[in-house]
């Protein structure tokens, strides 16, 4: 493509989005490409708000060239988004690039986000997706995604230990060579060989898998986590390795876990709660400890805590002042991780009786 098709395809692109033609997706990649220059993410929305409504006016202004119509405002940091708008404006080459090199990338702009429709925040975050980077000992890597692979790499050359691993908004499920399925939450990682050999099959986990064990009984499955290993012949369980706190729930089968020196076997129905080394066995809320797998939030007993850290990690968002909300707090319900962000925190904010405010990627908490 030449340079001049990409200026025009660029200046159709901007043309629509200030005309309000754009489709969801188009609409997506230029608020995208806006809020991607935010280096003051804690200024107020109104602020920010009128900063986006006078950059439009400023492309406006470009495309009918009167840019020197445009005055500065008193507000430093409107105007600094004026004059990025502007500078962008004028190399539309390079704008067009940015934003094609979002659309056509092999690596997916994961919990992405996207225009507000219930006209009660400012944006709104798509939900995560399946995503996922698989490294070799080479350095090499390959990015999976719902359908597609890196072309960079060849699956053939990925031999010996390799790691798979999760960002925040990803998810991902893996095969392994004996026929185990494990199923990645977001921000985790698994170290595995391409190939068991031995007398074991040994992964290393960190952060939240489920695992559906092959039966095999000549090669006990273990799982290193932390300074913990979880030992099974065939079962299914889930293993929530986030914090300090290392819980393992059983679905079906049997799991040993070891820790330090001590030894506890669970049953199916109970967790191992792995905390200062010590190990505690209890009944387990099994619809709630594998919600994720299901593509599924149940809140049910539930603390305003655990729900925020699920949600900061799938949706990529950091929350604001979550000090002013007693953490213990608990709620009831269950929500699809399908769901946009803005309805998970209309739930919360009817449970809470307070605002929560989208602003790029903060929640901040009225």
Same mark, same amino acid.
């Given at each position: /493509?030449?340079?001049?098709?990409? @200026?025009?395809?660029a200046q159709?692109?901007?043309?629509?989005?200030?005309?309000? +033609?754009?489709?969801?997706?188009? +609409?997506?990649?230029? *608020?995208?490409?806006?809020?991607?220059?935010?280096?003051?993410?804690?200024?107020?929305? /109104?602020?920010?708000?009128?900063?986006?409504?006078?950059?439009?006016? /400023?492309?406006m202004?470009?495309?009918?060239?009167?840019?020197?119509?445009?005055?500065?405002?008193?507000?430093?940091?409107?105007? %600094?988004?004026?004059?990025?708008?502007a500078?962008?404006?004028?190399?539309?080459?390079?704008?067009?690039?940015?934003?094609?090199?979002?659309?056509?990338?092999?690596v #997916?702009?994961?919990?992405?986000?996207?225009?507000?429709?219930?006209?009660?925040?400012?944006n709104? $975050?798509?939900?995560?997706?399946?995503?996922?980077?698989?490294s070799? !000992?080479?350095?090499?890597?390959?990015?999976?995604?719902?359908?597609?692979?890196?072309?960079?790499?060849k #699956?053939?050359?990925?031999?010996?230990?390799?790691?798979?691993?999760?960002p925040?908004?990803? *998810?991902?499920?893996v095969?392994?060579?004996?026929?185990? *399925?494990?199923?990645?939450?977001a921000?985790?990682?698994l170290?595995? #060989?391409?190939?068991?050999?031995g007398?074991?099959?040994?992964?290393k986990? =960190?952060?939240?898998?489920?695992?559906?064990?092959? %039966?095999?009984?000549?090669?006990?499955?273990? $799982?290193? =986590? !932390?300074?913990?290993? $979880? !030992? =099974?012949?065939?079962?299914?369980?889930?293993?929530?390795?986030?914090? %300090?706190?290392?819980?393992?729930?059983?679905?079906?089968?049997?799991?040993? $876990?070891?820790?330090?020196?001590?030894?506890?076997y669970?049953?199916?129905?109970? !967790?191992?709660?792995?905390?200062a080394?010590?190990?505690?066995v209890?009944?387990?809320?099994?619809?709630?400890?594998?919600?994720?797998?299901?593509?599924?939030f149940?809140l049910?007993?539930s603390s305003?805590?655990?729900?925020i850290?699920?949600?900061?990690?799938?949706?990529?968002?950091?929350? =604001?002042?979550v000090?002013?909300?007693?953490l213990?707090?608990?709620?009831n319900? *269950?929500?699809? @991780?399908e769901?946009?962000?803005?309805?998970?925190l209309r739930?919360?904010?009817?449970?809470?009786?307070?605002?929560?405010?989208?602003?790029?990627r903060?929640?901040?908490?009225?």
């Amino acid at each position: /493509m030449t340079e001049d098709n990409q @200026r025009e395809q660029a200046q159709k692109l901007l043309k629509k989005y200030l005309k309000g +033609e754009c489709n969801p997706d188009e +609409e997506r990649m230029v *608020t995208e490409w806006f809020f991607s220059f935010d280096e003051e993410p804690a200024l107020p929305i /109104m602020e920010k708000e009128a900063a986006l409504e006078r950059s439009k006016n /400023m492309l406006m202004h470009k495309f009918e060239g009167e840019i020197n119509q445009v005055k500065p405002k008193k507000n430093v940091f409107a105007w %600094k988004r004026v004059a990025i708008a502007a500078s962008i404006l004028l190399a539309l080459t390079t704008t067009f690039l940015l934003l094609h090199q979002k659309q056509t990338s092999s690596v #997916p702009q994961l919990a992405a986000i996207t225009a507000d429709t219930s006209g009660l925040f400012k944006n709104d $975050i798509l939900p995560g997706e399946r995503f996922a980077k698989l490294s070799n !000992e080479q350095g090499e890597t390959q990015l999976l995604g719902r359908e597609t692979l890196s072309e960079n790499i060849k #699956p053939s050359e990925f031999k010996g230990n390799l790691t798979l691993e999760v960002p925040a908004a990803g *998810t991902y499920s893996v095969l392994l060579s004996d026929g185990t *399925t494990v199923w990645l939450n977001a921000a985790s990682k698994l170290e595995y #060989p391409d190939q068991f050999v031995g007398d074991e099959r040994r992964v290393k986990l =960190v952060g939240e898998a489920f695992f559906q064990v092959a %039966k095999d009984a000549s090669k006990p499955f273990r $799982i290193e =986590v !932390e300074n913990s290993v $979880i !030992e =099974v012949l065939g079962t299914s369980f889930n293993v929530n390795a986030y914090h %300090k706190e290392i819980n393992t729930s059983l679905v079906e089968g049997k799991v040993k $876990i070891m820790n330090q020196g001590r030894e506890a076997y669970l049953s199916p129905g109970n !967790e191992a709660i792995i905390s200062a080394n010590k190990i505690h066995v209890q009944p387990a809320d099994i619809q709630k400890n594998t919600a994720w797998q299901r593509g599924e939030f149940v809140l049910d007993g539930s603390s305003f805590a655990e729900i925020i850290d699920q949600v900061s990690r799938w949706y990529n968002v950091e929350f =604001v002042n979550v000090g002013d909300i007693p953490l213990n707090s608990r709620f009831n319900g *269950t929500l699809s @991780r399908e769901s946009r962000l803005s309805e998970v925190l209309r739930i919360l904010a009817f449970g809470t009786n307070r605002k929560f405010e989208i602003d790029g990627r903060h929640i901040v908490i009225r």
